[in-house]
T-cell receptor, first 114, second 118 residues
Framework: AQTVTQSQPEMSVQEAETVTLSCTYD???????LFWYKQPPSRQMILVIRQEAYKQQNATENRFSVNFQKAAKSFSLKISDSQLGDAAMYFCAYINFGNEKLTFGTGTRLTIIP | GAVVSQHPSRVICKSGTSVKIECRSL??????MFWYRQFPKQSLMLMAT?????????EQGVEKDKFLINHASLTLSTLTVTSAHPEDSSFYIC??????????????FGQGTRLTVV
């Protein structure tokens, strides 16, 4: 069974600074996807970024980028130029290709300090 | 991205009554949908996998007779909390996988339903 671990229950960052959220996972599969989801106070789950395991290049979406280390099974999220609207719970998630069931980490609550 | 609509967003019901939550995929067909429960400040806990035209698959520890799931069409899955009690009060979220294909491998989430049983 796959597991996803987020070791930082809470993080805080000064507005406009950069913060990195950690995620590690365990799997014996080779074809899988990793995600970071954001859950703001509205509790709507929002996809932040997605990484295909077969792609070596790290995914980026504007101010959000990942550091995907497949051998180390690590998938961290970097948020640059942090904004007040980035304050939320962030969940790392894993899915095998062809299997639609997501496995979530326990989440990291990110606070942005004005 | 694909849109999943969940209704209602909030519901208050009396103890002992049943409440139905709907999850619709608006612009794609979802053969599989998922139902999660989320306790305050915790992660999403998968309750069951809803398969169109067949019985749902429940996770260990989830009472299938209390949480009835029906997936009658490719765009609609429902979760009915039967004989609700205050301990069933929670936030329930549905999700659906996008259309088949490697580029669509991700989950799309409904807005969630906050259930309060009084």
């Amino acid at each position: 069974a796959q597991t996803v671990t987020q070791s930082q229950p809470e993080m805080s960052v000064q507005e406009a600074e950069t913060v990195t959220l950690s995620c590690t996972y365990d799997t014996s599969e080779s074809d899988y996807y990793l995600f970071w989801y954001k859950q703001p106070p509205s509790r709507q789950m929002i996809l932040v970024i997605r990484q295909e395991a077969y792609k070596q290049q790290n995914a980026t979406e504007n101010r959000f980028s990942v550091n995907f280390q497949k051998a180390a099974k690590s998938f961290s999220l970097k948020i640059s130029d942090s904004q007040l609207g980035d304050a939320a719970m962030y969940f790392c998630a894993y899915i095998n290709f062809g299997n639609e069931k997501l496995t979530f980490g326990t989440g990291t609550r990110l606070t942005i300090i004005p | 991205g694909a849109v999943v609509s969940q209704h209602p967003s909030r519901v208050i019901c009396k103890s002992g009554t049943s409440v139905k939550i709907e999850c619709r995929s608006l612009d794609f067909q979802a053969t599989t949908m998922f139902w999660y429960r989320q306790f305050p400040k915790q992660s999403l806990m998968l309750m069951a996998t809803s398969n169109e035209g067949s019985k749902a698959t429940y996770e260990q520890g989830v009472e299938k007779d209390k949480f009835l799931i029906n997936h009658a069409s490719l765009t609609l899955s429902t979760l009915t909390v039967t004989s609700a009690h205050p301990e069933d009060s929670s936030f329930y979220i549905c999700s659906a996988s996008g259309p088949a294909g490697r580029e669509n491998t991700e989950a799309f989430f409904g807005q969630g339903t906050r259930l309060t049983v009084v």
